[in-house]
């Protein structure tokens, strides 16, 4: 007996068979292949996959509580998207060197997947479920995100977590007209459609994308392309889950029911609910209390007619009618939409709320608008800052500079709550990431200013990223950003009963519209073509016709809301404002940029100092672009000439302003460029001999006007005169010009030195 690896050697056939992994492995259509691999790693968890693409590895875990929470009605669902420094070879930033919070990429990878597994939870489960998904690998070729997805769902389908999926997710890019499914980094820079797709075998679930101006169809195109890659890729997890044994689920039940409690809310309420529905209330806070006074009003009847059950029986009674009661409001509202074409607020299907735009409401801002539509508003500011101002991304594959940055704001008084604004959630970042994606696009890329948008969300009834975008658009125009189209957005909304063939597909959701419904589906764009997409889907069985029904419906409230934004502001504005800080943008030669920062940065802090500008330089494809900014025009035109100096190449001919930097006997050297001298010979002085410098009345220090007369091929050395910038005496007769030599011929080699004669 002998220990092998820290194992007796009669026990390394048991361990050998503890371990016994599971591999799958799934092609592209471009050769590529994605492996999935259980039973190796984290087995503790109630399931877990490693997925490889290439080099670049994920881990995905999750786990469930046995039982659900006391009293919770609702999926708790956690989903986490961390990236390792370590995968790509890097230290993390900051003084601990270690992963900290969160980034906004690792968010908004966490909501793809938390958006794509929701809805397939079964609807009475809840128990908290923690998916944790984390990167381990990377190559930097392949992207990791649109992997996330795809990982998860094969943890739960190797579980026996209740999961009425598998689901899969992938990106679509359009390179060069042709689609590519989960497209390299290098591929998606040259991509003008950039969507992420999350589908069971049989519905698209989720879409998240930004394009270049793109038709409705080419979105259509890329989702079917988006979901004949993910079939295989769920048919691939059902026959994993089969070979890992995880076919039967486990038993769960959250819910207790009263069915004659369910019964009676319903015929006693549903009635008087859909005649609410059918009222068409355009106030918001009326119609959540007529509703409202429905539910409590049966409480009341039912207390009474149930006066022999004690108080913890009747707030258990209480609490099913609050879920079933919530059910009748769901079904009257739907049944409205479907059988009288009459929505909540009394519109029609494809009818848009009131808008009212205003610009320029706040005068310190750069650019301010507001943006009103029902009873949604957005209040966005506009600020331009310098170079200094762009936000600096260091992730793990992801080291570069942000210039348009989009902030949302959703403070609580916004839909009337009483509670605390806690900081920045991952609903926000998500929201402020569609606008920026949205509007990005728009701004010129040689706009030499950082943009900041910040939208603060005022009031909210549905569809709040869709007014940051107009109301951003106005405030970009507002400030003088030479927008290239201004852009709109709108939220869509589908009411669909399962096997019922009737549908309606609806235009500028209510927020109630989007709680009750069946599908979230914003669209932002120009006149032109699509710019960013966002849909998330309740339902099964949403056809391609319907999506494009709900896409040219969208684009014509688009263009509807488009009007009434260009109406309020036609064009953006020709100045800027006074108070917004001017920049120039200048380039100069590469081999420059040392000169103009100087040792140290001593000669552009120096410049900075003196001006009062703000200077910033990098080399760009082979330039050094400087960007100079001031309060002023004096500022920067006094700055730019200091920089025109540094660079500009010194001419043979030209006369220059000089600065006597030093005295010599044979002449004075002067600085007649910056960072430049001259030698200025006693002889070109003036016209007259001088046996001294002294006697021109010259010194360190002076100030003198100097031509260059010569620069030295060789040396790269410049001659200086000041005597051709004075007249020429009379009868001035020049001095004959000294004869050269005679040329000498070669030089003779010399005798090789004789060592041991010098006694070395």
């Not at 029986?313 to 509202?333: G, P, S, T």
């Not at 209040?379 to 902030?407: A, N, P, W, Y």
């Not at 869509?492 to 979230?520: F, Q, R, T, W």
């Not at 070109?684 to 260059?708: C, F, P, S």
Request: hydrophobic letters at 40%.
């Amino acid at each position: 007996m002998y220990i092998f690896a820290g194992i007796l050697k009669e026990n390394i056939d048991k361990t050998i068979f503890m371990i016994n992994p599971i591999v799958k492995t799934i092609e592209l259509g471009d050769g590529r292949t994605i492996t999935l691999e259980t039973g190796k790693l984290a087995k503790q968890a109630d399931g877990s996959v490693m997925l490889r693409m290439g080099n670049t590895m994920l881990l995905a875990t999750v786990c469930a509580a046995k039982d659900a929470v006391p009293g919770t009605d609702f999926m708790p669902l956690q989903v986490e998207y961390r990236e390792k420094f370590a995968a790509a070879g890097r230290f993390p930033g900051g003084f601990t060197k270690r992963e900290g919070k969160a980034s906004d990429y690792e968010i908004l990878t966490c909501r793809l997947v938390d958006r794509a597994l929701r809805p397939l939870f079964p609807s009475n489960y809840h128990a908290e479920v923690y998916v944790n998904v984390i990167l381990y690998s990377a190559d930097g070729v392949d992207m990791p995100d649109a992997l996330a997805g795809f990982a998860a769902s094969a943890a739960l389908a190797v579980s026996d977590i209740p999961f009425e999926g598998p689901i899969s997710e992938v990106r679509v890019a359009r390179v060069n007209g042709e689609y590519v499914v989960n497209p390299t980094f290098a591929q998606l820079e040259q991509a003008d459609m950039d969507i992420m797709v999350g589908a069971t075998e049989e519905n698209i679930m989720m879409v998240e994308g930004e394009m270049k101006e793109v038709t409705e169809q080419d979105l259509l195109n890329a989702l079917k392309v988006a979901h004949e890659a993910i079939k295989p890729m769920c048919r691939l997890q059902k026959e994993l889950e089969k070979e890992a044994g995880k076919e039967v689920k486990r038993e769960y039940c959250h819910e207790v029911n009263d069915e004659d409690l369910r019964e009676e809310v319903k015929k006693a309420c549903y009635d008087a609910a859909y005649r609410i529905a059918q009222e068409g209330n355009r106030d918001k806070h009326a119609r959540e209390d007529a509703f409202m006074e429905i539910r409590e009003n049966f409480k009341l009847s039912y207390a009474e007619a149930h006066a022999d059950l004690s108080e913890d029986e009747l707030a258990e009674k209480n609490a099913l009618i609050d879920r079933y009661y919530h059910d009748v409001e769901r079904d009257a509202m739907r049944r409205c939409v479907l059988d009288e074409g009459k929505r909540l607020d009394g519109r029609a299907t494809t009818d848009i709320r009131p808008i009212w735009c205003e610009v320029s409401p706040l005068p310190g801002p750069h650019g301010s608008a507001i943006f009103t539509r029902g009873e949604t508003q957005s209040l966005s500011t506009c600020t331009l800052g310098t170079k200094l101002d762009e936000k600096i991304i260091d992730e793990v594959l992801d080291q570069s500079k942000m210039r348009f940055l989009l902030h949302y704001n959703f403070p609580p008084f916004s839909t009337g709550e009483a509670k605390a604004q806690r900081g920045v959630g991952r609903r926000e970042i998500g929201h402020g990431h569609l606008a920026w994606r949205g509007l990005k696009g728009q701004i010129p890329t040689d706009f030499p200013y950082t943009v900041r948008v910040v939208s603060d969300i005022l009031e909210s009834n549905g569809s709040s990223s869709m007014a940051t975008v107009c109301a951003g658009t106005l405030a970009l125009m507002d400030a003088g950003v030479p927008m290239k189209k201004p852009v709109s957005g709108i939220a869509m909304g589908l009411i669909k009963n399962p096997g019922e063939e009737k549908y309606a597909v609806l235009s500028d959701i209510l927020g109630d519209e989007d709680h009750l419904g069946d599908m979230d589906f914003k669209t932002t764009g120009t006149i032109d073509g699509l710019t960013a997409t966002q849909m998330d889907i309740k339902c099964d069985g949403l056809s391609y016709e319907i999506l494009e029904k709900a896409l040219m419906q969208a684009k014509a409230g688009r263009e509807h809301i488009l009007g009434k934004l260009t109406e309020c502001m036609p064009a953006p504005r020709a100045e800027l404002k006074p108070h917004v800080p001017r920049i120039v943008q200048i380039t100069i030669p590469k081999e420059f940029i040392g000169a103009v920062i100087g040792p140290g940065g001593k000669i552009i802090q120096g410049i900075q100092e003196e001006t009062g500008a703000v200077i910033t330089i990098e080399e760009t494809d082979g330039v050094g672009v400087v960007q100079v900014s001031g309060a002023n025009k004096d500022v920067i035109d006094a700055a730019l000439g200091k920089i025109k100096s540094i660079v500009a190449v010194p001419e043979v001919g030209e006369v220059y302003d000089g600065v006597i930097r030093s005295v010599m006997p044979y002449g004075a050297f002067v600085e007649f460029m910056p960072g430049r001298d001259g030698l200025l010979h006693i002889s070109e002085i003036d016209w007259k001999r001088l046996e001294t410098v002294e006697e021109a009345g010259l010194k360190e220090g002076d100030h003198i006007q100097v031509k260059l007369v010569d620069i030295d091929q060789k040396t790269g050395k410049f001659k200086l005169s000041r005597r051709v910038l004075l007249e020429k005496p009379e009868g001035y007769v020049e001095r004959p010009a000294r004869r050269e030599r005679p040329e000498r011929g070669e030089r003779r080699e010399r005798r090789p030195r004789n060592d041991e004669q010098r006694g070395e």
